[in-house]
């Protein structure tokens, strides 16, 4: 039987296939009976899954990274397809083909590394462009920004992701700036290089999606800001001058406001021109990636209209040309 992938199941489908498990967890239901909630995925994407009257030996069976066989049903619950499984058993990495669980980059890659030391090596800020150099050639940093995803669900959640994100954003930028001349465009630019820069880190991606115990203990922002300090001090022995110290508070502030509200975990409100314009834009990206995918994955078959989504607190319309066909 070929392999359904996770972006091609539909609703009440029998599925015995094997996935990759992540985030497990064994929690009550109101009344003191034990389930199993836990993230399946593939290189498509990711389903949750609930098993009913689990065990503490069920939960103990497997590891977040593990590959398991999981025997269910799915069914759409407010909006979003799970999946009800009876039966889940671990398997050894030698009984599946990796390549079933390597997230696809849809980008390419090194076009994408190339429009990015374009736009770096294009400022006219000369402490910004000799900033921009020693990230460029730190191949290391480079190496893993390549690799990257963005998120580990929703936001550019594949390898390539971030990188993606990252000169997207560049790109709106220099094309936004010239239509707002009281805005710093290099400024600007290089806030949109750094501002998710520290992800790399902040995230793991050597199997499953996931968060480092760094990115869990301290967050990209904060990680950020450290990096950004640690490249300043590079670029002022290369270049024997220092970087201005209001340039680097600008930056620093960039960074730690682009979630852009208090409720979305930005430790301050954007206070200058270009840590508004970029928390707009930056919000911009995301939600079209966002709107777009739950277009593209939406399992209402037949409708112009996708099923109510709570995270977007609407239903999408798709159109005559958006409905999908069994």
């Not at 730190?138 to 669900?153: E, F, I, S, T, W």
């Not at 709570?310 to 066909?325: D, E, I, S, V």
Request: hydrophobic share 40%; glycine share 6%.
């Amino acid at each position: 039987m070929p392999r359904r992938f996770v972006s091609q199941l539909t609703e009440q489908e029998t599925v015995d296939q094997i996935f990759r498990a992540s985030d497990k967890q064994l929690r009550p239901n109101r009344n003191g009976d034990l389930y199993l909630q836990v993230d399946l995925s593939d290189r498509t994407g990711t389903i949750g899954a609930r098993m009913w009257n689990a065990t503490e030996s069920i939960y103990s069976s497997f590891d977040n990274g593990d590959y398991v066989q999981v025997v269910g049903k799915t069914q759409l619950f407010q909006g979003a397809m799970q999946l009800i499984a009876s039966r889940l058993t671990r398997l050894a990495p030698s009984e599946v083909n990796e390549d079933d669980f390597t997230p696809v980059a849809t980008v390419a890659v090194d076009k994408l590394l190339a429009r990015l030391k374009e736009l770096l090596r294009g400022m006219a800020n000369p402490h910004l462009k000799t900033l921009a150099e020693c990230f460029l050639i730190d191949g290391a940093l480079m190496a893993k920004l390549a690799r990257a995803p963005a998120g580990v669900k929703h936001h550019h959640a594949y390898f390539g992701g971030l990188l993606e994100h990252i000169v997207n954003l560049m790109e709106v930028v220099n094309r936004v700036a010239p239509c707002y001349p009281q805005v710093d465009r290099d400024l600007l630019l290089m806030g949109a290089f750094l501002h998710d820069l520290s992800k790399v880190d902040e995230l793991s991606y050597d199997r499953e999606l996931a968060y480092s115990d760094e990115g869990q203990l301290i967050g990209h922002l904060v990680m950020a800001v450290s990096l950004l300090e640690a490249k300043i001090r590079e670029a002022e022995k290369l270049s024997g001058d220092p970087v201005p110290e209001e340039t680097v508070l600008r930056l620093k502030h960039m960074i730690v406001s682009h979630h852009g509200e208090y409720e979305f975990g930005s430790p301050k409100l954007p206070m200058t021109l270009e840590a508004v314009a970029l928390y707009c834009l930056d919000n911009l990206d995301a939600k079209i990636f966002a709107f777009d995918q739950q277009l593209r994955d939406d399992p209402n078959i037949g409708s112009s209209w996708t099923h109510f989504h709570p995270t977007l607190n609407r239903k999408l319309f798709k159109g005559q040309a958006g409905k999908k066909k069994r």
